[in-house]
Protein backbone atom coordinates (compact mmCIF):
# COMPACT_ATOMS: atom_id res chain seq x y z
CA UNK A 1 0.00 0.00 0.00
CA UNK A 2 2.89 2.39 0.47
CA UNK A 3 4.05 1.70 -3.13
CA UNK A 4 0.70 2.41 -4.17
CA UNK A 5 0.65 5.79 -2.19
CA UNK A 6 4.20 6.98 -3.16
CA UNK A 7 3.62 5.94 -7.20
CA UNK A 8 2.05 8.30 -9.67
CA UNK A 9 -0.80 6.73 -11.78
CA UNK A 10 -2.78 8.11 -14.85
CA UNK A 11 -6.49 8.27 -16.12
CA UNK A 12 -7.83 5.30 -17.15
CA UNK A 13 -4.94 2.61 -15.29
CA UNK A 14 -6.25 0.36 -13.12
CA UNK A 15 -4.56 -1.31 -9.64
CA UNK A 16 -5.26 -4.81 -8.80
CA UNK A 17 -4.96 -6.15 -5.28
CA UNK A 18 -4.81 -9.63 -5.16
CA UNK A 19 -7.26 -11.81 -3.03
CA UNK A 20 -6.49 -14.10 -0.11
CA UNK A 21 -4.24 -11.50 1.24
CA UNK A 22 -3.72 -9.05 3.88
CA UNK A 23 -2.10 -6.04 4.48
CA UNK A 24 -1.67 -4.18 7.88
CA UNK A 25 -1.36 -0.87 5.92
CA UNK A 26 -3.52 2.61 4.89
CA UNK A 27 -4.27 2.49 1.22
CA UNK A 28 -3.89 6.50 -0.18
CA UNK A 29 -5.01 6.65 -3.27
CA UNK A 30 -2.81 9.34 -4.85
CA UNK A 31 -3.75 10.32 -8.27
CA UNK A 32 -6.81 11.66 -9.97
CA UNK A 33 -8.88 10.13 -13.35
CA UNK A 34 -10.76 12.51 -15.20
CA UNK A 35 -14.68 11.97 -16.54
CA UNK A 36 -13.32 9.77 -19.62
CA UNK A 37 -11.23 7.32 -18.20
CA UNK A 38 -11.71 6.31 -13.76
CA UNK A 39 -8.73 5.53 -12.19
CA UNK A 40 -9.64 1.79 -10.79
CA UNK A 41 -8.47 0.43 -7.67
CA UNK A 42 -10.26 -3.63 -7.54
CA UNK A 43 -9.39 -6.82 -7.13
CA UNK A 44 -8.22 -10.15 -8.87
CA UNK A 45 -7.83 -13.82 -8.65
CA UNK A 46 -9.60 -16.09 -6.47
CA UNK A 47 -10.85 -16.09 -2.89
CA UNK A 48 -11.85 -13.73 -0.35
CA UNK A 49 -11.56 -9.61 -0.76
CA UNK A 50 -8.10 -8.03 -0.32
CA UNK A 51 -8.22 -7.20 3.32
CA UNK A 52 -6.81 -3.85 5.07
CA UNK A 53 -6.77 -4.71 8.60
CA UNK A 54 -5.20 -3.14 11.90
CA UNK A 55 -5.23 -6.59 13.46
CA UNK A 56 -1.79 -7.92 13.98
CA UNK A 57 -1.12 -10.58 15.75
CA UNK A 58 2.59 -11.03 17.15
CA UNK A 59 3.70 -14.60 17.11
CA UNK A 60 5.73 -15.75 19.73
CA UNK A 61 8.53 -15.77 18.04
CA UNK A 62 9.05 -12.15 17.67
CA UNK A 63 8.89 -11.64 22.01
CA UNK A 64 12.13 -11.09 23.66
CA UNK A 65 12.55 -10.77 27.36
CA UNK A 66 13.35 -7.65 29.12
CA UNK A 67 16.34 -9.02 30.96
CA UNK A 68 14.60 -11.21 33.82
CA UNK A 69 11.59 -9.38 34.18
CA UNK A 70 8.04 -10.01 33.10
CA UNK A 71 8.18 -7.13 30.60
CA UNK A 72 8.52 -8.86 27.22
CA UNK A 73 9.09 -6.62 23.63
CA UNK A 74 8.22 -6.42 20.21
CA UNK A 75 9.80 -4.24 17.61
CA UNK A 76 6.91 -3.54 15.28
CA UNK A 77 8.59 -1.50 12.70
CA UNK A 78 12.20 -0.58 11.20
CA UNK A 79 13.61 2.14 8.57
CA UNK A 80 16.20 -0.01 8.09
CA UNK A 81 14.95 -2.95 5.97
CA UNK A 82 17.85 -5.78 6.83
CA UNK A 83 17.01 -5.83 11.01
CA UNK A 84 15.76 -9.73 11.71
CA UNK A 85 14.36 -8.93 15.34
CA UNK A 86 11.23 -6.84 13.58
CA UNK A 87 8.24 -8.39 13.32
CA UNK A 88 7.36 -10.11 9.84
CA UNK A 89 4.64 -11.72 7.97
CA UNK A 90 4.13 -14.40 4.77
CA UNK A 91 6.36 -16.49 3.61
CA UNK A 92 8.97 -14.03 2.10
CA UNK A 93 9.52 -12.64 5.37
CA UNK A 94 9.06 -9.11 4.85
CA UNK A 95 8.34 -6.80 7.52
CA UNK A 96 4.50 -6.74 8.48
CA UNK A 97 4.41 -3.02 8.52
CA UNK A 98 5.51 -0.45 5.55
CA UNK A 99 4.65 2.30 7.39
CA UNK A 100 5.21 3.22 11.11
CA UNK A 101 2.38 3.11 13.81
CA UNK A 102 3.08 6.99 15.47
CA UNK A 103 0.40 5.45 18.66
CA UNK A 104 -0.93 2.12 19.92
CA UNK A 105 -4.13 2.97 21.67
CA UNK A 106 -5.34 -0.54 21.87
CA UNK A 107 -3.93 -3.75 22.26
CA UNK A 108 -5.80 -7.56 22.72
CA UNK A 109 -4.79 -9.51 24.96
CA UNK A 110 -6.33 -13.28 23.82
CA UNK A 111 -10.16 -11.72 23.84
CA UNK A 112 -9.53 -8.94 26.76
CA UNK A 113 -8.09 -5.02 25.75
CA UNK A 114 -5.48 -4.62 27.98
CA UNK A 115 -4.58 -1.21 29.55
CA UNK A 116 -2.26 1.24 28.18
CA UNK A 117 0.91 2.64 30.54
CA UNK A 118 3.02 5.79 30.48
CA UNK A 119 6.44 4.33 30.73
CA UNK A 120 8.03 0.38 30.36
CA UNK A 121 8.81 0.96 34.04
CA UNK A 122 4.67 1.71 35.13
CA UNK A 123 4.30 -2.51 33.29
CA UNK A 124 3.48 -3.85 36.71
CA UNK A 125 0.56 -6.47 36.01
CA UNK A 126 -1.12 -9.03 33.08
CA UNK A 127 -2.29 -6.96 30.26
CA UNK A 128 -0.59 -3.77 31.16
CA UNK A 129 1.63 -2.43 28.04
CA UNK A 130 3.52 0.75 26.64
CA UNK A 131 4.33 1.73 23.01
CA UNK A 132 7.67 3.04 22.77
CA UNK A 133 6.80 5.62 19.25
CA UNK A 134 10.42 6.93 18.86
CA UNK A 135 11.86 2.79 18.44
CA UNK A 136 8.64 1.47 17.40
CA UNK A 137 8.78 -1.10 20.25
CA UNK A 138 5.79 -2.65 21.89
CA UNK A 139 6.34 -3.52 25.64
CA UNK A 140 4.01 -6.02 27.78
CA UNK A 141 3.62 -7.31 31.18
CA UNK A 142 3.23 -11.39 31.29
CA UNK A 143 3.50 -13.29 34.31
CA UNK A 144 3.24 -16.64 32.45
CA UNK A 145 6.25 -16.15 30.07
CA UNK A 146 6.13 -15.59 26.42
CA UNK A 147 2.92 -13.41 26.02
CA UNK A 148 1.87 -15.15 23.29
CA UNK A 149 1.52 -18.59 24.56
CA UNK A 150 0.27 -16.90 28.11
CA UNK A 151 -2.68 -14.80 26.90
CA UNK A 152 -3.32 -17.23 23.39
CA UNK A 153 -2.51 -13.90 21.49
CA UNK A 154 -1.28 -10.70 21.98
CA UNK A 155 -2.87 -8.53 19.02
CA UNK A 156 -1.99 -4.82 18.58
CA UNK A 157 -4.36 -2.62 16.83
CA UNK A 158 -1.80 -1.18 14.65
CA UNK A 159 -3.26 1.29 12.31
CA UNK A 160 -4.36 3.75 14.92
CA UNK A 161 -5.59 7.04 14.93
CA UNK A 162 -5.50 6.90 11.10
CA UNK A 163 -8.04 5.98 8.27
CA UNK A 164 -7.17 2.64 6.62
CA UNK A 165 -8.61 3.72 3.02
CA UNK A 166 -7.70 7.50 3.05
CA UNK A 167 -9.30 9.39 -0.21
CA UNK A 168 -8.26 12.95 0.09
CA UNK A 169 -8.01 15.26 -3.02
CA UNK A 170 -8.20 13.06 -5.38
CA UNK A 171 -11.51 12.94 -8.20
CA UNK A 172 -12.56 10.60 -10.53
CA UNK A 173 -11.93 7.26 -8.87
CA UNK A 174 -13.79 3.67 -8.68
CA UNK A 175 -12.29 1.64 -5.82
CA UNK A 176 -14.29 -1.71 -4.94
CA UNK A 177 -14.12 -4.86 -3.24
CA UNK A 178 -12.25 -4.61 0.20
CA UNK A 179 -12.78 -6.03 3.11
CA UNK A 180 -11.78 -3.15 6.28
CA UNK A 181 -11.69 -3.67 9.89
CA UNK A 182 -9.97 -3.31 13.61
CA UNK A 183 -9.44 0.21 12.72
CA UNK A 184 -9.72 3.25 15.86
CA UNK A 185 -10.83 6.13 13.74
CA UNK A 186 -11.75 5.60 10.14
CA UNK A 187 -11.97 2.89 7.87
CA UNK A 188 -12.84 4.81 4.67
CA UNK A 189 -12.43 8.70 4.88
CA UNK A 190 -13.72 11.06 2.13
CA UNK A 191 -11.90 14.31 2.72
CA UNK A 192 -10.37 17.52 0.90
CA UNK A 193 -11.50 18.15 -2.73
CA UNK A 194 -12.80 15.10 -3.40
CA UNK A 195 -15.74 14.33 -5.69
CA UNK A 196 -16.89 11.85 -8.37
CA UNK A 197 -16.26 9.12 -6.78
CA UNK A 198 -17.32 5.65 -7.07
CA UNK A 199 -16.65 3.07 -3.53
CA UNK A 200 -18.79 -0.19 -3.75
CA UNK A 201 -18.73 -3.76 -2.27
CA UNK A 202 -16.71 -2.59 1.11
CA UNK A 203 -17.19 -3.48 3.75
CA UNK A 204 -15.46 -1.47 7.08
CA UNK A 205 -16.50 -3.30 10.43
CA UNK A 206 -14.24 -1.56 13.33
CA UNK A 207 -15.08 -4.21 16.75
CA UNK A 208 -13.14 -1.38 18.31
CA UNK A 209 -14.34 0.78 20.88
CA UNK A 210 -12.90 4.39 21.19
CA UNK A 211 -15.09 6.98 22.33
CA UNK A 212 -16.97 9.06 19.38
CA UNK A 213 -15.16 6.89 16.69
CA UNK A 214 -14.63 4.88 14.74
CA UNK A 215 -16.52 5.93 12.11
CA UNK A 216 -16.75 2.91 9.17
CA UNK A 217 -17.13 5.67 5.92
CA UNK A 218 -16.81 9.32 7.21
CA UNK A 219 -17.36 11.22 4.36
CA UNK A 220 -16.70 15.17 4.78
CA UNK A 221 -15.25 16.51 1.26
CA UNK A 222 -14.42 20.30 1.30
CA UNK A 223 -16.02 22.24 -1.29
CA UNK A 224 -19.56 21.16 -3.11
CA UNK A 225 -19.28 17.75 -3.99
CA UNK A 226 -22.23 16.60 -6.57
CA UNK A 227 -21.09 12.87 -7.60
CA UNK A 228 -20.61 10.85 -4.19
CA UNK A 229 -21.64 7.17 -4.35
CA UNK A 230 -21.78 4.50 -2.23
CA UNK A 231 -23.00 1.10 -3.60
CA UNK A 232 -23.30 -2.48 -1.81
CA UNK A 233 -21.57 -0.86 1.37
CA UNK A 234 -21.80 -2.59 5.02
CA UNK A 235 -20.70 -0.44 8.39
CA UNK A 236 -20.72 -2.65 11.02
CA UNK A 237 -19.85 -2.81 14.87
CA UNK A 238 -18.34 0.54 14.78
CA UNK A 239 -18.87 3.98 16.91
CA UNK A 240 -21.72 5.07 13.71
CA UNK A 241 -21.08 3.42 10.14
CA UNK A 242 -21.73 6.32 7.86
CA UNK A 243 -21.07 9.88 8.72
CA UNK A 244 -22.16 12.58 6.27
CA UNK A 245 -20.54 16.19 7.24
CA UNK A 246 -19.40 19.49 5.76
CA UNK A 247 -21.13 20.94 2.87
CA UNK A 248 -22.72 24.16 4.89
CA UNK A 249 -23.88 25.52 2.34
CA UNK A 250 -25.45 23.51 0.03
CA UNK A 251 -25.93 22.24 -3.19
CA UNK A 252 -24.11 18.96 -2.37
CA UNK A 253 -25.00 15.42 -3.77
CA UNK A 254 -24.06 12.26 -2.12
CA UNK A 255 -26.02 8.68 -2.80
CA UNK A 256 -25.67 5.79 -1.28
CA UNK A 257 -27.56 2.58 -2.38
CA UNK A 258 -27.97 -1.01 -0.85
CA UNK A 259 -26.13 -0.28 2.42
CA UNK A 260 -26.44 -2.15 6.06
CA UNK A 261 -24.86 -0.56 9.20
CA UNK A 262 -25.56 -2.83 12.04
CA UNK A 263 -23.84 -3.36 15.58
CA UNK A 264 -23.04 -0.06 15.34
CA UNK A 265 -22.48 2.12 19.17
CA UNK A 266 -24.78 5.33 18.37
CA UNK A 267 -25.86 5.45 14.84
CA UNK A 268 -26.67 3.66 11.27
CA UNK A 269 -25.85 6.73 9.66
CA UNK A 270 -25.11 10.59 11.00
CA UNK A 271 -26.66 12.86 7.88
CA UNK A 272 -25.11 16.13 8.44
CA UNK A 273 -25.22 17.53 4.72
CA UNK A 274 -28.79 19.28 4.96
CA UNK A 275 -30.47 16.44 3.31
CA UNK A 276 -28.03 16.23 0.12
CA UNK A 277 -27.54 12.31 0.82
CA UNK A 278 -30.51 10.02 -1.10
CA UNK A 279 -30.56 6.50 0.46
CA UNK A 280 -31.88 3.56 -1.85
CA UNK A 281 -32.13 0.41 -0.16
CA UNK A 282 -30.39 0.84 3.34
CA UNK A 283 -30.66 -0.76 6.65
CA UNK A 284 -29.20 1.74 8.37
CA UNK A 285 -30.37 0.76 12.11
CA UNK A 286 -30.80 4.04 14.17
CA UNK A 287 -30.54 7.59 12.16
CA UNK A 288 -29.28 10.70 14.01
CA UNK A 289 -31.22 12.76 11.21
CA UNK A 290 -34.12 11.48 12.46
CA UNK A 291 -33.03 12.14 16.17
CA UNK A 292 -35.19 15.29 16.91
CA UNK A 293 -38.41 13.45 15.77
CA UNK A 294 -37.50 10.36 18.14
CA UNK A 295 -37.09 12.57 21.20
CA UNK A 296 -40.42 13.44 20.55
CA UNK A 297 -41.55 10.70 19.94
CA UNK A 298 -40.53 8.77 23.17
CA UNK A 299 -42.05 12.10 25.18
CA UNK A 300 -44.82 11.27 23.30
CA UNK A 301 -44.84 7.61 24.45
CA UNK A 302 -44.12 8.66 27.98
CA UNK A 303 -47.32 10.56 28.05
CA UNK A 304 -49.24 8.14 26.45
CA UNK A 305 -47.87 5.75 29.05
CA UNK A 306 -48.78 8.02 32.40
CA UNK A 307 -52.38 9.05 30.16
CA UNK A 308 -53.05 4.91 29.70
CA UNK A 309 -51.95 4.18 33.75
CA UNK A 310 -54.73 7.08 34.67
CA UNK A 311 -57.16 5.71 32.54
CA UNK A 312 -57.00 2.02 33.34
CA UNK A 313 -56.65 2.92 37.10
CA UNK A 314 -59.81 4.74 37.16
CA UNK A 315 -61.51 2.12 35.74
CA UNK A 316 -60.35 -0.69 37.80
CA UNK A 317 -61.58 1.95 40.64
CA UNK A 318 -65.17 1.99 39.21
CA UNK A 319 -65.53 -1.76 38.97
CA UNK A 320 -64.17 -2.12 42.11
CA UNK A 321 -66.71 -0.08 43.87
CA UNK A 322 -69.52 -1.29 41.47
CA UNK A 323 -68.97 -4.75 42.67
CA UNK A 324 -68.34 -3.60 46.39
CA UNK A 325 -72.12 -2.14 46.22
CA UNK A 326 -73.30 -5.08 44.83
CA UNK A 327 -72.20 -7.35 47.49
CA UNK A 328 -72.96 -4.80 50.13
CA UNK A 329 -77.07 -4.92 48.66
CA UNK A 330 -77.09 -8.47 48.69
CA UNK A 331 -76.08 -8.58 52.32
CA UNK A 332 -78.59 -6.05 53.02
CA UNK A 333 -81.61 -7.75 51.72
CA UNK A 334 -80.31 -11.28 52.90
CA UNK A 335 -79.72 -12.50 49.24
CA UNK A 336 -77.17 -15.20 48.62
Known amino acids: ?29 PS ?13 GNGQPPHLTGYLPIAAGWWTQVGSTNVWSAMLYSASSDQTNVVQCG ?19 GTVWGTALASQAALSQDRDFW ?25 PIVLSGASVLNVNGVSWLEIQHLQIDW ?14 LWLANLAANSEVENGAVPLGFYVHPSGVPVDIHLYNTDANMNY ?3 HFDGCSSGGCAFEIKNCRAYGNRAYGIVDNVQGAVSYDYCQPGRMKLAEDRLVALEKNDLRRTVYDRIVIGGITFAI ?17
Open 1 to 29: MLQVGISSFQPGDTINLKRDCTWNETLTP
Open 320 to 336: TLVISTIIAWRSYLGWK
Open 183 to 196: FDSYGVQVQGASDH
Open 131 to 155: YDSTNFILYVYSAGGNPAVHYSAVT
Open 32 to 44: SGNSSLLIKIDSY
Open 240 to 242: AGY
Open 91 to 109: IRHFYCLTQPPSQLKYVRF
